[in-house]
Protein backbone atom coordinates (compact mmCIF):
# COMPACT_ATOMS: atom_id res chain seq x y z
CA UNK A 1 0.00 0.00 0.00
CA UNK A 2 3.22 2.33 -0.17
CA UNK A 3 5.26 3.80 2.78
CA UNK A 4 8.74 4.67 3.52
CA UNK A 5 11.68 3.36 1.11
CA UNK A 6 14.63 5.67 2.58
CA UNK A 7 13.88 9.44 1.06
CA UNK A 8 11.75 8.07 -1.10
CA UNK A 9 7.52 7.57 -0.55
CA UNK A 10 5.79 4.66 -2.05
CA UNK A 11 2.33 3.73 -3.78
CA UNK A 12 3.19 -0.04 -4.00
CA UNK A 13 1.15 -2.77 -3.18
CA UNK A 14 2.29 -6.20 -1.43
CA UNK A 15 0.01 -9.23 -0.74
CA UNK A 16 0.75 -12.38 1.13
CA UNK A 17 -0.52 -15.53 2.52
CA UNK A 18 1.95 -16.83 4.64
CA UNK A 19 3.39 -13.62 6.06
CA UNK A 20 6.98 -14.41 4.89
CA UNK A 21 6.69 -14.90 0.80
CA UNK A 22 5.49 -11.63 -0.67
CA UNK A 23 3.86 -11.08 -4.06
CA UNK A 24 4.27 -7.60 -5.87
CA UNK A 25 1.06 -6.05 -7.64
CA UNK A 26 2.32 -2.84 -8.84
CA UNK A 27 1.19 0.63 -7.95
CA UNK A 28 -1.64 2.26 -6.41
CA UNK A 29 -3.56 4.57 -8.13
CA UNK A 30 -2.43 7.42 -5.23
CA UNK A 31 0.49 9.56 -4.52
CA UNK A 32 3.02 7.53 -2.73
CA UNK A 33 2.99 8.89 1.08
CA UNK A 34 4.02 7.49 4.39
CA UNK A 35 1.85 8.20 7.60
CA UNK A 36 -1.17 6.72 6.56
CA UNK A 37 -3.57 4.64 8.32
CA UNK A 38 -5.08 1.42 6.77
CA UNK A 39 -7.85 -0.75 8.10
CA UNK A 40 -10.36 -3.37 6.98
CA UNK A 41 -14.26 -2.69 7.12
CA UNK A 42 -17.14 -5.27 5.01
CA UNK A 43 -14.50 -7.01 3.36
CA UNK A 44 -12.82 -3.77 1.82
CA UNK A 45 -9.05 -2.36 2.31
CA UNK A 46 -9.48 1.21 3.06
CA UNK A 47 -6.77 4.24 3.46
CA UNK A 48 -6.39 7.25 4.78
CA UNK A 49 -4.56 10.56 5.21
CA UNK A 50 -0.55 10.23 5.50
CA UNK A 51 2.39 12.52 4.47
CA UNK A 52 5.57 13.13 2.68
CA UNK A 53 7.11 13.87 5.88
CA UNK A 54 11.02 14.33 5.57
CA UNK A 55 10.71 15.51 1.77
CA UNK A 56 10.31 19.18 1.56
CA UNK A 57 8.30 20.07 0.53
CA UNK A 58 5.92 18.39 3.07
CA UNK A 59 2.56 17.43 1.71
CA UNK A 60 -0.38 15.65 4.07
CA UNK A 61 -3.12 14.39 2.55
CA UNK A 62 -6.75 14.00 3.99
CA UNK A 63 -8.14 11.59 0.97
CA UNK A 64 -9.61 7.90 1.39
CA UNK A 65 -9.07 5.53 -0.78
CA UNK A 66 -10.62 2.04 -0.75
CA UNK A 67 -10.15 -1.20 -2.78
CA UNK A 68 -12.92 -3.95 -3.02
Same mark, same amino acid.
Given at each position: LGGNLG????? !??? $?? %?? %??????? %?TAPWVGRDEFLVTTL $????ILWGGS?? %????? !???? $??WWAP
Open positions: ANRTN !DVW $ST %GD %GTNWVAH %G $SNRVTE %GMPPW !DTYN $SV
